[in-house]
């Protein structure tokens, strides 16, 4: 619940998806398709990100969360040209309800809750559309 609690559990986390990735990209026992990997590398810049955010305020990760998971579906959408709003309208429907319940429980205000969604929109959808998981 508190702010400076924050930073040295989303840098354990870090390091682990930071490894994961790694892993991955150096492994020559099984190639892992292009899409995994930056879906993989838009989760480790997002987390380093909120590490950076979070010294400044307590950033809502269960919001970056579903920030991301909507920027990774919608970058899907822009790159087989296929939109899917009824899926995307579902995306938005039940971040907004994560994020009333975030703030209602009183545990984010609203800033932290749009700044995680945000920026886990901004960097997964960003990272798979640019492919730079390579």
Do not use: D
């Not at 990760?61 to 970058?75: C, D, K, P, Y």
């Not at 309208?89 to 319940?101: H, Q, S």
Request: charge should be positive; include cysteine.
């Amino acid at each position: 619940r508190m702010r400076r609690e924050r930073p040295w559990p989303f840098l354990l986390v870090f390091a682990y998806y930071l490894m994961a990735y790694v892993l991955v990209v150096k492994s020559t026992a099984v190639e892992v398709p292009l899409f995994y990997r930056n879906v993989l590398l838009s989760l480790v810049v997002a987390i380093a990100f909120a590490w950076i955010v979070t010294w400044k305020i307590k950033i809502s990760m269960h919001m970056l969360a579903q920030g991301g998971v909507l920027g990774t579906v919608m970058a899907v959408q822009a790159i087989q040209l296929v939109p899917a709003w009824t899926l995307n309208a579902v995306l938005v429907f039940i971040a907004g309800w994560v994020g009333f319940a975030r703030i209602h429980m009183g545990v984010h205000r609203h800033i932290e809750v749009y700044t995680g969604y945000l920026l886990g929109f901004a960097v997964c959808f960003c990272t798979v559309v640019l492919g730079l998981g390579g």
